[in-house]
């Protein structure tokens, strides 16, 4: 069971937010800009990926010193750096893909990488968008999310409809319900518990845990 962690160059604020996720050995893919992110953190990739736009000339020359593998591609193409690196994730046998720097400023490609949960979710593999205030995961079955404190959960439909929506551990409890695309019914549930399991039978649904 292998975990891939995308660095990408989207918006990080604290680093020391981030350090629990690189406590094991994963496969580490920076893509592009991503690279600074990296070397903030103070973690080698195993890849550097991307068409290099964006990457300070002094962190890919170093990196390429470190002996990382490079996988260079041209700026037009028709998948963005973020969408390759998961396909390159996936191809080398990720079971789960945690997504790192993929929001920001630029809402098109925030919305883009949410999206990709959908191609990490197809190939039966868990995929997680996390910053400092969110946790973002896409589901088509059920899922178990653990409480922090002052996290709040929210379900949200991206599909015309989600049927058989039923929660444990929340204090608005679901059960069997149905929620439409659009509606806001699912935003900012409460935890009760130690962690709370969201189940679905049909559709596709985000579910986010986030804090202020």
């Known amino acids: 069971m292998m975990t891939g962690i995308i660095v990408a160059n989207g918006s990080i604020e604290d680093y020391s937010f981030y350090k629990k996720y690189f406590d094991k050995k994963h496969l580490v893919i ?30 890919y020359e170093n990196y390429c010193k470190a002996g990382v ?77 653990k409480y922090e404190k002052g996290y709040k959960l929210s379900l949200l439909p991206v599909t015309d409809k989600v049927e058989g929506i039923t929660t444990k551990g929340l204090y608005y409890k679901l059960t ?15 935890f009760i518990d130690d962690s709370a399991e969201v189940s679905i039978s049909k559709g596709l649904l985000m579910v986010i845990k986030s804090r202020d």
């Not at 973020?82 to 630029?106: H, M, N």
């Not at 069997?176 to 409460?190: C, H, K, Q, W």
């Open 30 to 59: 920076g893509v592009d800009g991503g690279a600074f992110h990296l070397k903030k953190f103070g973690i080698k990739p195993d890849i550097l990926l991307g068409d290099f736009d964006s990457i300070l000339k002094e962190d």
């Open 176 to 190: 069997d319900a149905t929620i439409g695309l659009g509606s806001s019914f699912g935003v900012s549930n409460e």
């Open 69 to 145: 593998e490079i996988l260079k591609y041209p700026e037009k193409k028709d998948a963005t750096d973020t969408e390759i690196a998961i396909d390159e994730g996936i191809k080398r046998g990720c079971s789960q893909i945690i997504l790192i720097g993929v929001t920001g400023s630029r809402l098109d490609h925030s919305l883009s990488n949410i999206f990709s949960l959908k191609k990490i979710l197809d190939k039966g593999i868990k995929g997680m968008i996390v910053d400092k205030y969110n946790e973002i995961y896409l589901i088509k079955d059920k899922i178990n999310i």
